[in-house]
């Protein structure tokens, strides 16, 4: 019984130390954590000022934006921009917002060729970057050099107008905003150097092993492990749908597939062929509101291009953030 009785307490003892020693760590690197009562170092103050005025330098172009947009137009003409205007106007916006339902229609355009095509462009480019970053695949090489060849060699905007439409007929489409910029050399290669040097290749071998094919290696570990330079690529090709407009003024005539990017130039266009033709009616600078509003106007149509992204993307930034630390593989 004695016996019994000491191999009890020994075992408690073994149990309080295993206890204890998850709280003993938290306490040592606890200690390792700065305490909040330090106070901030001289070098920090000067680094938060220098980045202060930074972020100042960096969004008042912003902010006069949003200002000139505001602001009458004979008080920029005889005044220039102002961060402080003494006369306000809605004028540039009125001028924008006259073109009503086609703004809207414009505006669902743009977001549906946006999201479409980041969408196809990310899935079409991690599959090639998954093909050519495999090392057992015979044609990698190949379809490596195939993939650089567009760098190096362009037919030009010419020959590729005749070939979308007198060969594929795709005039007044919405593919031809989509597809020529769904795939790029520079993304693939981004994409096929993440693969290779950030996921291990032991767990494609594992998958391998386990009786896993090429497609469900990719859609059940590579793409996954693939988020961070996924979230990357895709907000630059999202940005380079949203901006493209050179596009549309090429292959889209009918109103209701004209994206945003494309109105905007051409109520631009039709602002400076109010100001530049003497042969206008009196009518129609009339319907202009006496004096044509050609710089706040302008500055109208970047706030109705910017605006949105502005809005939602503080609603976006955390998914964003999240895209570029997930991924990393414990070992």
Known sequence: MAKENTAAVSSEKEITEEEQAPKKK???????????????????????????????????????????????????TQHGFSFFPEKWSMDGMNAVFKYGKQLFTSYAVTIFVTVTGTLLGLLIMSMYA????????????????????????????LSGYIIFTSVYHLKDSLLLLILPLCVT???????????ANSIPQELMEAAK??????????FSITLPLLKPALAAVGFMMATAYWNDWQNALLYIDT???????????????????????NNVPASARAAMGGAIPQNSATMATVI????????????????????????????
């Not at 103050?45 to 980045?51: P, T």
């Not at 092993?209 to 990719?218: L, S, V």
């Not at 993307?313 to 964003?320: A, D, G, R, W």
């Open 26 to 76: 938290i306490k040592k690197n606890a200690d390792l954590l700065p305490s909040k009562k330090e106070k901030m170092t001289v070098g920090q103050i000067i680094l938060l000022a220098l980045l202060f005025l930074f972020t100042v330098f960096c969004f008042a172009p912003v902010i006069l934006v949003f200002i000139a947009a505001f602001t009458d137009e004979i008080y920029i």
């Open 130 to 157: 998954y093909s050519i970053s495999r090392k057992g695949f015979r044609l990698s090489k190949f379809l490596s050099i195939y993939l650089l060849i567009p760098m190096l060699f362009n037919g030009g905007q």
């Open 185 to 195: 050399t520079m993304n693939v290669i981004i994409l096929r150097t993440y693969i």
């Open 255 to 277: 109103n209701s597939k004209k994206p945003l990017q494309l109105l905007l130039v051409n109520i631009q266009k039709s602002i400076q062929f109010l100001l530049n033709n």
């Open 209 to 218: 092993i386990d009786g896993a094919g090429e497609y469900r290696t990719f």
């Open 304 to 331: 109705v291009v910017i605006g949105p992204i502005m809005i939602a993307y503080p609603f976006f930034q955390k998914y964003f953030i999240k895209g570029l630390t997930v991924g990393s593989v414990k070992g």
